[in-house]
């Protein structure tokens, strides 16, 4: 008897066992059912439809309960799952759609109920996206934005992430945003953009951001925010070979709760702003790190990896950088500066973003002890501040500012005005004066060393000025490309001292092709260097500057190869040529047009100068 009930009772476990085993298995592999659709309801006076829980049907379902009206302005989306199929239902006639938000939704197989990256795409292919305004997004599993992503949303204005599992931007993910017209006629001009506004919350997959990835929408971004607690590391590559991009009408940038302690330099060069509108930078409760200290005097906060935001920020009274760093013992230490001037708090251990456990990224051993005064504030003036990343006293920043323009301005003479008039100089006016000498040389020899020389005088004192200015060598384009310029600048004088044979010497021709190689060669780097330093950041100067410099570079250019082929066909019509075709003689025609065109180049460089001095400096 025992024997057959306890037989009786195994059967039973075993089959209730088994029965438990086949629901949870079929649970596993239903995990994106054919379900009853969302229920969705409309608020008709602000357009919102909310749909709520369910499957998303199929174009053939007549669900009452699922019905989404044409004249939605509004969409809310939430705990929907989404199978992957072809007849799923489309939302092509909410013509009046602006906003659409979607949250702890999921696409899925519907043969294996595997969980896939959201198939957005699919969801808005049949809807005008070009007339909507909005796209938020929260615990969404995307994996990567790709270029198709924002395909249509030629409208966009804003977009927020939150929470979202994001593992890449690719490199043209926003370029669908930036379908308008160009923003302007010249070279390399972008086009417009509506969109302004992108939030990346608690994206805990990203780990990095390559910042040119927002080329496309830097003309028209206005906020960008980053939280992510893994996110290590923003780069930049510039693609754009005028210059790079720049958020001219940024206003606020947020970067708060990662594993960066800075930003690259390049990024902040990037960070213009509009025209005499604030803009605010938070770098707050990041992967920072103080000496212990009660406040900002002596914790010398200004350590290396905040310098470059705080330099940023002390170059106008519009910047405001709100920053914080954490302390070993002694807890959160928190600071705002407003231009030059700042303000500085150490908050308690005892406050809700403090306790006992280290911030995310921090190492072992990080603890928190209570200090003295519950808010400990000081204020006053970075100008008198060390900088640690020099170890020299750091200047004001109207100092800085009048070496940078110093340095540009000076390039601008030497080698917008002394090096182009110099080479017109050499070459085209050697007959104007065929007679007169000078010490010991024709005019002319003696106007083009005199200009070359000066221009070389003016490049090296320029130089120096910089290099006190930036303390030590800065990685972008302009600084290399201006070195190879001086030092090819350097080479022709030296070559003309020592190696230049006499005239009628058998080897004459050998220098002055070289002699005239290198000085083109030099001169057209020397224009690239200076349209690349007028479009930096750091100067804040109209792009009008830049291709002022440009256009001077093109007249002149094209003036020379006219003059060649006015004199050739002097010489080809003559009844008795000179052996040397440029001294041929020279009509009035020519000289007026050399005088025209010294006036040109006098009036471009003025111009340039003019804009440099009057500009803005950014930092």
Known sequence: MFS????????????VQAAISLRVCNAEE??????????????????????????????????????????????????????????????????????????????????????????FQDLVASLDRSTMRTLFFTHIHFETIDDDFFAGFSGLESVEFDNCRIKE????????????????????????????????????ELTEFAWEVLYPVAESLEVISFHGENLAQITYTPIDSFGGMFFNRLTQLEIRETHLTTLP?????????????????????????????INCLSCEVLMPGLWPLVNWASVSELRTLHGSCFRATQGLLTFDIVGNSWDCKGTPTTSPLENSTPPVGFSEGFSASPITADYVTTSGNWNSTADPTTDRPSDSPATSNGRKKAHAILMVIAWNF???????????????????????????????????????????????II?????????????????????????????????????????????????????????????????LGARLPVLGVHEAAAYLI????????????????????????????????????????QKIL??????????????????????PLHN
């Open 594 to 615: 050399l005088i025209v065109d010294a006036i040109f180049i006098t009036a471009i460089t003025i111009s340039v100068i003019v804009l440099i001095a009057v500009a």
């Open 169 to 204: 931007f690719t490199r043209r993910s926003f370029s669908p945003l930036a379908m308008g017209a160009p923003v302007s006629s010249l070279p390399g001009a972008r086009n417009t953009s509506s969109f302004k506004q992108l939030r990346v919350v608690h994206a805990a």
């Open 4 to 15: 057959t009930s306890r037989r009786m009772f195994l059967t039973s476990l075993i089959v």
């Open 30 to 119: 239903t995990v994106c059912p054919e379900g009853p659709p969302p229920q969705c309801t409309m608020d008709e006076p602000n357009g919102r439809t909310t749909c709520l829980d369910g499957t998303w049907p199929t174009d053939a379902s007549n669900d009452p309960a699922f019905q989404i009206p044409s004249t939605t302005q509004y969409l809310f989306l939430r705990n929907i799952k989404f199978p992957i199929r072809e007849n799923s239902y489309r939302l092509s006639h909410l013509i009046h759609l602006t906003d659409l938000v979607i949250q702890y939704s999921e696409s899925c197989e519907v043969t294996t109920g595997a969980t896939v990256p959201f198939f």
């Open 265 to 293: 330099v390049s990024v902040l060069n990037t960070f213009t702003g509009a025209a005499n509108a604030p803009v605010e930078l938070t770098f707050k409760f990041n992967k920072n790190v103080c000496p212990d200290c």
């Open 418 to 464: 002394l090096v182009t008039i110099g080479i017109l100089t050499a070459r085209q006016t050697k007959n104007i004066y065929s007679n007169k000498i000078l010490l010991n040389g024709p005019v002319w020899f003696f106007a083009h060393r005199t200009l070359m020389s000066l221009a070389v005088i003016l490049t090296l004192s320029s130089i120096i």
């Open 550 to 589: 440009l256009t001077c570079f093109i007249v002149n250019i094209l003036l020379q190869i006219g003059l060649e082929v006015h004199r050739n066909r002097q010489i080809f019509n003559a009844r008795d040529p000179p052996l040397r075709p440029n001294e041929f003689p020279i009509d009035f025609a």
């Open 467 to 531: 290099i006190v200015d930036v303390g030590g060598w800065r990685d972008i384009s302009h600084a290399y490309l201006g070195v190879i310029t001086f030092s090819l600048a350097m080479i022709q004088p030296f070559v003309a001292v020592f190696f230049r044979p006499h005239i009628g010497n058998a080897r004459r021709f050998i220098f002055n092709y070289f002699h005239w190689t290198l000085g083109r060669l030099t001169y057209l780097l020397s224009v690239v260097t200076m349209f």
